[in-house]
């Protein structure tokens, strides 16, 4: 009843994803190298879609995995790689270099990274903060893009 | 003393009724219809249960028996790479590409096209057959009963007789075709030879309950030609032996299986391979090759797949056997899983149990279309061909077509694919010619 690393490894769909290894490390606690059931359940509930009847009730008891600033939180942890609770330059490299491989040269990639640090970053410290990654992100639907809906 | 001789009494009328009702029939090619009445009876049954299932379910299900299980369970959205990206109205790089990327590999996760073709098909109502019972609980005591008497008949009935025309039909193959292949090469040799397999693969059939149903019998294969099929199980091959002669190929095993591809090999000419020959690609290639030039040599079998799929879908067809040349001649399968699973899963099953399995399953009830020739185009490569007629195979039989490769079931995707993708990524980001 546990799942390691190699068993998502076997999805061909995922394995041939460019960011493949960073979906599969979010579900594992850190230093762990197996998940159970409840933990696999943790992680696929941020994919939940947000019902509307879910705004109004419980507004005192903790926030759903599945809420808008929760979902921001999982791909703002995809990016932080140290989990430090700030993207800096080096880990916007190396996810960026994930996801172009080795068809984008060194200050190419270089200057896309310094480009979108300095638009989104507020506070001049090089890197980006969650709340300054949420602003970037306010006008994007998150909603709809990070949800899986199951039919009937 | 006494019980021994009653035993042998009732043993030998077993054998004398057996192969009074069934093995001389199937020899002379006739059918007394015992198949027909069982199968009849059958599919009686299986409607009254789905009935009593579909009353004991509490809240109504009526669009549960049509949505195909094709669908899936989640809604995936199909939009491609660049029309996803492009929405945020901005060519370069910017956090939300990430969101793309995210989705698809946790749509993967919760349901992927692959690794659900390795293993059986889910059923949409259940066929009372313990193993398909996955969501199904109890709805009554009549229902129970009928199982039971399924269970009965199945394994103290069914499973004996199988198991005694399988005996009779392997043996009569490797006893048959050794005496035939004493003969000298002729006309004579051939047609004795075709009787033989013909009358130990409807021998073989009926051990398995086997109803199949032939569409389209005159496209079926010529001599000097290649046939090719999708792959479910090892009876694949029966069933189509069934109905016409063809040229095995494949390896030399051990055991069994050994002596009756030796005793086999004498009468007709079946291509088998040593282990170390089917590494050597060119070796395979100019023996079949050598096969096929050879118009008054039977047409061969292969399966381009390399590996049992579970009768959902079509993966991909190794361009091994479309470089060969000749007539192509698709054929399509397709079981019907109310009656019971063929599918082997090699990973779960060994031979011995999955034959256990499917003779102790209803039946094997399967439709086979045979397809018009194909003849490679001289403008197209190996690998089109395959597909194409990959896809005239997949379209006929109602399967999904995928491509992926089905050797997948044991070996890791190659880099080479996760490559393309971000080499596609990249060529959105540097698209507009300047980047940052």
């Known amino acids: 009843g546990l799942l390691s690393r190699e068993d998502f490894q076997r999805i061909p769909e995922l394995a041939i994803n460019p960011l493949g ?32 009847n879910e705004k109004s009730k419980d507004q005192n008891g903790p926030e759903p995995l599945n809420s808008r600033s929760n979902k921001l939180h999982f791909a703002f942890r995809l990016y932080d790689l140290d989990k430090d609770d700030k993207i800096s330059r080096d880990e916007l490299l190396q996810v960026l270099r994930m996801m ?25 410290d090089s890197a980006i903060s969650f ?9 994007v639907d998150v909603e709809q893009k990070m949800s899986i809906r199951f039919l009937h | ?91 370069d790089f910017e956090f939300s590409h990430i969101f793309y990327f995210c989705r ?15 293993s059986s098909e889910e059923l949409l109502s259940w ?62 040799k051939n047609y004795l030879s075709e009787v033989v397999h013909l009358t130990c693969s409807r021998i073989l059939v009926r051990a398995l309950s086997g109803t199949i149903r032939y569409h389209n019998k005159e496209n ?61 690609r060119h070796l395979v290639t100019k023996r079949l090759k050598e096969h096929v030039a050879d118009k008054s040599k039977l047409p061969i079998l292969i399966f381009p797949e390399g590996t049992c799929i579970n009768n959902t879908s079509v993966m991909m067809f190794k361009k091994g056997s479309f470089e060969i040349g000749g007539t192509i001649y698709p054929v399509a399968i397709k079981y019907d899983p109310q009656f019971g699973d063929a599918f082997w899963n090699s990973s779960k099953y060994n031979i011995v149990s999955y034959l256990l399995r499917i003779m102790t399953s209803w039946a094997i009830v399967c439709n086979v279309w045979y397809l018009p020739p194909m003849v490679k185009k001289e403008e197209e490569d190996a690998v089109q061909f395959a597909n194409r007629v990959k896809s005239a195979i997949a379209r006929q039989g109602g399967l999904t077509e995928l491509p992926w490769d089905g050797g997948l079931k044991r070996a890791k995707v190659k880099d080479t694919f996760k490559e393309e993708q971000q080499k596609n990524y990249s060529k959105m980001l540097v698209r507009n010619g300047s980047v940052g």
Request: aromatic share 8%; hydrophobic share 45%; charged share 20%.
């Open chain 1, 21 to 52: 290894d960073r979906i599969i490390n979010a579900f594992f606690p850190e230093g762990e190298d197996q998940v159970n059931f409840r933990g696999f359940m943790r992680t696929l509930a941020h994919f939940r879609p947000i019902e509307d």
């Open chain 2, 1 to 91: 003393m006494e019980v021994a001789w009653a035993v042998g009494q009732v043993g030998a009328l077993w054998v004398a009724v057996v192969l009074g009702l069934i093995v001389v029939p199937s020899a002379l090619g006739i059918s007394l219809g015992i198949s027909e009445a069982y199968m009849w009876v059958l599919v009686k049954t299986l409607e009254w249960a789905t009935r009593r299932l579909q009353k004991g379910a509490k809240k109504p299900q009526p669009q549960m028996l049509q949505t195909p299980t094709a669908n899936g369970i989640i809604e995936r959205d199909e939009t491609p790479m660049e029309q996803e990206i492009d929405r945020l109205h901005r060519a």
């Open chain 2, 220 to 280: 079926r294969p010529q001599k000097g030609g290649i046939c090719v099929a999708n792959h479910t199980s090892p009876i694949d091959a029966i069933i189509l032996t069934n109905d016409g002669c063809y040229a095995m190929v494949g390896q030399v095993h051990g055991g069994l299986m050994g002596v009756i591809q030796r005793a086999t090999v004498k009468a007709c000419p079946h291509v088998w391979f040593e282990r170390s020959e089917m590494k050597d």
């Open chain 1, 131 to 139: 709340a300054e990654f949420v602003k970037v992100l306010e006008k």
């Open chain 1, 100 to 124: 172009v491989g080795v068809n984008i040269s060194d200050e190419q990639l270089g200057s896309i990274a310094d480009r979108t640090i300095q638009e989104a970053d507020q506070d001049g």
């Open chain 2, 127 to 188: 066929n009372l057959l313990t193993r398909t019972n996955v969501n199904f609980h109890y709805i009554s005591l009549r229902l129970t009963i009928v199982w039971g008497i399924g269970v009965i008949v199945r394994y103290c009935f069914l499973l004996p007789l199988r198991v005694t025309l399988a005996a009779i039909g392997i043996t009569s193959m490797i006893v048959g075709t050794t005496v035939v292949g004493q003969l000298p090469n002729g006309s004579v």
């Open chain 2, 104 to 118: 698809k590999g946790f749509e993967a996760i919760v349901e992927d096209e692959v690794t659900q073709r390795f």
